[in-house]
């Protein structure tokens, strides 16, 4: 396969790599990579770099690039808030991909931090046909908290329960409250980030199913606290029906980095799987299918 290293976006601060299929042109839609956290655009444990590969053996074009101030990437002479600049930063990459390769629209897929960045670049952004966001916002319902303590009980080894047994009491009542405790109040996240009104959130995901956009929602093991079944969304946002629409998988045994070898190519399989049946579902000649073979214009250097 190819892969090239771009600079563009004012004063060519922004720095991103292409990854193209090795024996066909690509599909009309790029893939759009970003950030986990400040982890450099090879992602953790090279994920993005794993995935980016393995989709262009599946025919898909994909850029994966480093957000203002991160990895190879300059910092803006005149920053906006974070959010707006990772917003800007992924239009840019969205732009130069147009300039360089004949896409036409665009899924991004973020991890974490990522997650939120390319959910706030699809709003904003009409070009956007895909959303993969891995243990992005999440609401907990009363099974979650319920959850959050009967899980671990389950999985406890006898001796440890003969010594949780013991201290119980108090935690046990405060346990029992929290778990009928239905607070809407936002949670923390990320520094201080905090994530939108569940409310908010459902009519973010509504407008963006509605306008046509493929979503797909995964949580790994690690997002215990905050989402632990399977049916957790469509229980948090049964009032919109955007639940019977979007995909939504819980990964208890992948982990929030994708650390294992198994982790990173379930994630990889399953990304993968999801865009190849969006694509299927678009039908013959739509906007999410490879086709057949046409003659390729990338190239590293834009036209003009």
Request: glycine letters at 8%; charged letters at 20%.
């Amino acid at each position: 396969m190819n892969e090239l290293g771009l600079s563009f976006g004012p004063q060519r601060r922004l720095s991103a790599t292409l990854t193209l299929p090795p024996d066909r042109a690509p599909a009309r839609m790029g893939v759009v990579l970003l950030n986990v956290g400040i982890i450099h655009r090879i992602g953790p444990h090279r994920f993005n770099t794993k995935l980016a590969r393995a989709l262009a053996r599946e025919g898909w074009a994909t850029l994966r690039i480093d957000l203002s101030g991160q990895g190879d990437s300059g910092v803006p002479i005149e920053p906006l808030p974070f959010e707006q600049q990772a917003v800007a930063d992924l239009q840019a990459a969205m732009d130069h991909f147009q300039r360089v390769c004949p896409v036409e629209r665009f899924v991004i897929a973020g991890i974490c931090s990522g997650a939120y960045s390319g959910l706030a670049a699809a709003l904003a952004d009409a070009r956007v046909d895909g959303l993969w966001m891995l243990d992005g916002y999440a609401y907990p319902t009363a099974r979650t908290r319920w959850n959050r303590y009967l899980q671990p009980l389950v999985e406890a080894s006898p001796r440890a329960l003969g010594s949780w047994a013991r201290k119980l009491g108090k935690r046990t009542a405060r346990a029992v409250r929290a778990a009928l405790s239905q607070s809407t109040t936002p949670e923390v996240w990320d520094f201080a980030r905090r994530a939108p009104s569940q409310d908010a959130f459902g009519r973010d995901i509504q407008a963006l199913v509605d306008r046509g956009v493929a979503v797909c929602f995964v949580y790994s093991g690690n997002m215990r606290w905050y989402f632990n079944y399977r049916n957790q969304l469509r229980d948090a946002f049964s009032a919109f029906d955007f639940v019977g629409r979007v995909r939504c998988e819980y990964l208890p045994k992948a982990d929030h980095t994708a650390t294992t070898l198994a982790t990173q190519q379930q994630l990889i399989r399953g990304l993968a799987e999801w865009l190849r049946s969006t694509r299927a579902s678009d039908g013959e000649g739509g906007a999410l299918n490879a086709g057949s073979p046409r003659p390729s214009r990338c190239s590293p250097t834009p036209p003009g």
